[in-house]
């Protein structure tokens, strides 16, 4: 990993590490009668989102905002995109703006790869998810969160999730967030098993570092944590199943299948759930539901991620090295932000 | 008449000698020959080949001048060592009418460049609903042989059917581009391991196929002839290969692309990779080379499809499909099939000259290098090696897989009807 976020895969063991206890940092920062930082004082971010998402926009902003950086919001719709402007010549122009770094949700996979890559604007690029590819703030959050539930908030420190045994169950094939987490729960030395009805299974799939199984009740006693995806109701028009009611009772997480997992074992989901078709409310609103813990930790991760690519340690007018990769980075506790602004 | 002696070039490959062209014709081969009152050409070596035929080219024109011409198209061409060239139907308007497909011949015999032979719609307005009138394009001054909705699939069994029995009548093709659309939807690249990775809509192999499986079949129940363009699988080449061998009359062509390009190459996402049929995996590489050798792959046709550069400045769904291939065709297959010793240079002149010519009756080209013949020649300097640079392309796009790759051999002259079209690298 350099200066952008593009991809889980991009990240080493010790990135992600880092990540995750620059993250538990961060995570003290909320529990403060005042959530701000003055670590990117004089940054300026925009959150470039071509596609919905209310959620992950919400969650960059409140990180930048608790880093004190300047937020710029921009959605496409009613911008110029929607009337043909190209994702060149809207980058350019905000970056003419003078931005430090772009946060990038776009409906095409590689966007953000593009942005990076392509000499368009030298701003850092992170991605927010793009297309059916990567979500890697979402891995990076979702680790966190089994992290913390699975080896212990103090415990866990410095330490990756070596023999965990995560099941990911629902449409991978459409999934940014199936890869992002397969590539990244690899790396940190997780055992990972997909689960879903063969169509929604990509072609090629032999090749990710993961098992497949197309039978949820028989993976559910060996899984630490199992992890939900949202099923569009609109997949069954495309025959991936044959309708909502037999995907549920298929691959649906009810109380009673929830039963067949361990004790320790968490249930988690990326949002939004889609209740009643790959979840029931009993499950979604049970103690083992990480949901709203996800959110929470989501913000972290993210103060965490744009901490270390836009190097909060160093004077505010540098731009970072290209050359600077996270690792060589040290953390500098939360105590010393408050020092650096003092001096 | 003017006369024309190149010196010392080797014909076909073979052991050096002259040829002496008076006007429109070859007039003389052999050694030693007489260079009186003929400007000369000094071969030094070179490789003669008759002037390439290119059965599927895009020249844009009319509708996407933006991207290319008649003009800038056949002087493209002419660069790449290219005498004649067939352009596709898929223009704006469609080439479903007789007064379209004479506009673009007229162009292309007014600028002089290479013979231009238009390829004429299957379908009004390539719906693939209705037949165009075959037989009136076929009727008009450009003559029309091939027939050809590319760009789009002749999905419906019964119009193929229909096309294929039609055409008997004045012994026309029918070109099908071969891609099942409901296997097709959204699709971005080759479905495999990469576009797994990727995130990317797959074209999966079978949508290929599986329709030039059921195409061969309609070929062989109505005793027509039918031509597979740009064929990019492995799977397709054991189907060809089978239908052959049954006396189905098929021919095939394979693009230069896909004789050296991968899905791999899609991790950049970089849209100047995006094409259609897709990039395809080393295997199918291997057997797209094997069946070109071994004569089951008739012919190298380009799919020559410029873009203007912001339709491939963008991100990779948003992109436009396809690549510029006329001047870079020969070298590609040096590259491919010649340096790698499947294919000699009389099997390029075959691959890339007389089959084409023969499948779209190019009356003129594809000749044997031999007195009496058509002074169409193309010769190439095979131990050149240098990087492409897209800014010196005659073409009006620059959209090139090979920006900065080193290829092998240059074309230095070509020479239509006896008339230089390109000296020394340079258009005339």
Known sequence: ?????????????????????????????????????????????????????????????????????DVINFSAK???????????????????????????RHGAS????????????????????????????????????????????????????????????????????????????????????????????????????????????????????????????????AAFFPTEREYSRRYGLDGERMAKMPEHAIVMHPGPMVRGMEITAEVADSERCTVVEQVANGVSIRMAVLYLLLGGNEPAVAHPSPTTTLASRRFAPASEFRTNEEK | MSKILIRGAKVLGGEPQDVLIDGETIAEVGVGLSAEGAEVVEAGGKVLLPGLVDLHTHLREPGREDSETVLTGTRAAASGGYTAVFAMANTFPVADTAGVVEQVYRLGQEHGYCDVQPIGAVTVGLEGRKLAELGAMHESAAGVTVFSDDG????????????????????????????????????????????????????????????IARDVLLAEHVGSRVHICHLSTAGSVEIVRWAKSRGIQVTAEVTPHHLLLTDELVRTYNPVYKVNPPLRTERDVHALREALADGTI?????????????????????????????????SVVQETMVD????????????????????????????????????NLTLVDTEYRGSVDPAGFASRSRNTPYEGRELPGRVTHTWLRGKATLVDGKLT
């Open chain 1, 110 to 237: 590689g966007a953000p790869y593009r942005l990076a890559t392509s000499g368009w604007i030298d701003a850092a690029v992170i991605n927010a998810g793009d297309g059916t590819h990567q979500h890697p703030t979402q891995a990076l959050l979702d680790a966190f969160t089994m992290r913390r539930r699975l080896v212990g908030r103090d415990a866990g420190l410095g330490q990756d999730l070596a023999g965990k045994r995560i099941t990911i169950v629902g449409d991978v094939l459409h999934s940014r967030v199936a890869r992002s987490n397969v590539d990244l729960l690899h790396t940190l030395g997780a055992e990972v098993t997909l689960v879903a009805p063969p169509t929604l299974v990509p072609v090629g799939v032999e090749t990710w570092p993961c098992e497949v199984s197309y039978d949820l009740d028989s993976t559910l006693p060996k899984s630490d944590a199992v992890m939900m995806l949202r099923v569009q109701r609109e997949r069954m028009n």
């Open chain 2, 298 to 330: 008739d012919i190298v046709a380009t799919d020559h499809a410029p873009h203007p550069h912001e339709d491939k400045d963008c991100e990779w769904a948003a992109a436009a499909m396809g690549m510029v291939g006329l001047e870079t065709a020969l």
């Open chain 1, 1 to 69: 990993m350099q200066r952008h976020l593009i991809s889980a895969a991009d990240l080493t063991r010790d990135d992600a590490v880092l990540i995750l206890d620059t993250a538990e940092e961060m995570a003290r920062v909320a529990d403060r009668p005042i959530k701000k930082l003055p670590t990117l004082r004089g940054r300026t971010i925009v959150n470039l989102f071509f596609e919905d998402s209310t959620r992950t926009r919400i969650s960059f902003e409140a990180a930048e905002k608790r880093l004190s950086a």
């Open chain 1, 78 to 104: 009613g911008s110029s995109v929607s009337k043909g402007e190209s994702l060149k010549d809207t980058a350019q122009t905000l970056e003419a703006m003078g931005v430090d770094a772009v946060v990038i």
């Open chain 2, 340 to 375: 790698t010793g499947l294919l000699d240079w009389a099997g390029v002149a075959d691959r890339m000259s007389v089959k084409p010519a023969q499948i779209g009756q190019a009356t003129g080209h594809g000749r044997p290098v031999s007195a009496g013949e058509p002074a």
């Open chain 2, 152 to 211: 789009k699939c002749v999905d419906d069994a019964v119009i193929m059917r229909r096309a294929l029995e039609y055409v008997k009548a004045f012994g026309g093709v029918v070109a099908q581009h071969a891609q099942e659309p409901r296997l097709t939807e959204g699709a971005q690249m080759n479905e495999g391991v990469v576009s797994a990775e990727l995130g990317l809509g797959g074209w999966p192999a079978v949508a290929e196929e599986s329709v």
